[in-house]
Structure formats: C-alpha cells, structure tokens
C-alpha cells in the first residue's frame, strides 16, 4: 500500500510568521503535489514537483514556495503566513503505473491567527 | 484547458434508494477520469477510474459509473444507499502529459443519507 505521512494534522501559527508543511512517501514515487482544500472550492493545486529540485506552479502558487532536496520528501513553505492561507492542505503523490491516479495524504488543518 | 462541473453540491437520500451524482467535464484530450470520496475527517480515496477500456466501471462499495463522450458526463451511481456513504463526493479530470499530469477536481457534492 502507498502511505503519504504529513508532519501535523492540527497547526495554528500567527500572521506573518514562515510555515513549513512537510510531506513524506515510503514508496520511490517521482511525483508529488500539494493541494489545498476550501469549502465549496473543492481542490485546488499549489504547487507540484516530478523529480528532486524540480518544481512547477500550480493554479494557486501566490504567497507559497516549495522545496524538494530528496525524493521522498517534498515541503510547502508560507514565507509569511496570512489569515487566507488558513485551509486545509493536502499532500498527493503519483504513481508511475496505473493512469494517473493520486493518493493523499491525511491532511493538515492550518489556522493562521 | 480540462474543467469539472458536478451538477449538485448537496444531494439527499434515503437509505436503500439509489444514489445519483452527477458529472460532467471538458479535456482537450483523451482522459482520464476519477471518483473520489471524502468521509468526515478523513483523507481523499479513490473510489473508481475511467481509463477508457470499458465505459461502464465499478468501483468499491457498490459504486459505480458510466463514461458518456457524446454527453461528456462521468456520472455515479449506486442502486441502494447505505449510511455509511454519507460523504463528500469529488469528480476529477487529468490531462495526461509527458511523464506526469495534473487533476482538476470539481467543488464536490456532499452527499445526505437518512435511516
């Protein structure tokens, strides 16, 4: 089985300051993506990364950075943390066989104060 | 560029009946299309995928879901509702590009089932 591991499931940090989201695979997957989810907006793409040190925007990049030094682990960095990043993110990645189908991780619950 | 629409964000039904959501999308190519479901407090499963070799395609818990080009729909079903599926329901397309490709998801539909 795929198993995407999240750093927290709850984080409450304070305006201003720089988050890291971290997301880890136990499996040898090149792709990985971070999403985040808003009601009624479903899933939106932030950023993606298909090998290390490699990264592409996604629909929403503004205000987020990411950083991918070894394969299996791929951050989501909020240099300065604002109130409308609070959200749910989500962490998938991409196996090479099958058709393209992601599996996720459980999520981390962000409140920026 | 690839969009999802799902018709209804909020469907309602009673356990034992069949459930509907539905479904439709634009691709510029050949896709790929998926189910995934959301139980409270819980991470995204996928439910089925359409992968064109059949258009007709089950999935886990009795779900399952037609592929139709000419009406670009991807609609759910199930033929009896069990509490248990009381969830959020998301529809998704991808695009398929060279060595990756990228989902677009639709806002989802909660589904309400009641004894």
């Known amino acids: 089985d795929v198993k995407v591991t999240q750093s927290s499931r709850y984080l409450v940090k304070r305006t201003g300051e720089k988050v890291f989201l971290e997301c880890v695979q136990d499996?040898?997957?090149?792709?990985m993506f971070w999403y985040r989810q808003d009601p009624g907006l479903g899933l939106r793409l932030i950023y993606f990364?298909?090998?290390?040190?490699?990264?592409e925007k996604g629909d929403i990049p503004e205000g987020y950075s990411v950083s991918r030094e070894k394969k299996e682990r791929f951050s989501l960095i909020l240099e300065s943390a604002s109130t409308n990043q609070t959200s749910m993110y989500l962490c998938?990645?991409?196996?090479?066989?099958?058709?393209?189908?992601?599996?996720f991780g459980p999520g981390t619950r962000l409140t920026v104060l | 560029a690839q969009s999802v629409t799902q018709l209804d964000s909020h469907v309602s039904v009673s356990e034992g009946t069949p459930v509907l959501l539905r479904c439709n999308y634009s691709?510029?190519?050949?896709?790929?299309l998926f189910w995934y479901v959301q139980h409270p407090n819980k991470g995204l499963q996928l439910l089925l995928k359409?992968?064109?070799?059949?258009?007709l395609v089950k999935g886990i818990n009795g779900f399952e879901a037609e592929f139709k080009k000419s009406e670009t729909s991807f609609h759910l079903t199930k033929p009896s509702a069990h509490m248990s599926d009381a969830a959020e329901y998301f529809c998704?397309?991808?695009?398929?590009?060279?060595?990756?490709?990228?989902?677009?998801f639709g806002k989802g539909t909660m589904l309400l089932v009641s004894p």
């Open positions: 998938a990645i991409q196996t090479a066989v099958g058709y393209n189908e992601q599996f």
């Open positions: 499996m040898d997957h090149e792709n």
């Open positions: 990364s298909y090998d290390v040190k490699m990264k």
């Open positions: 691709s510029s190519y050949s896709p790929s």
């Open positions: 359409y992968t064109s070799a059949a258009t």
């Open positions: 998704v397309v991808s695009d398929r590009f060279s060595g990756y490709s990228t989902l677009t």
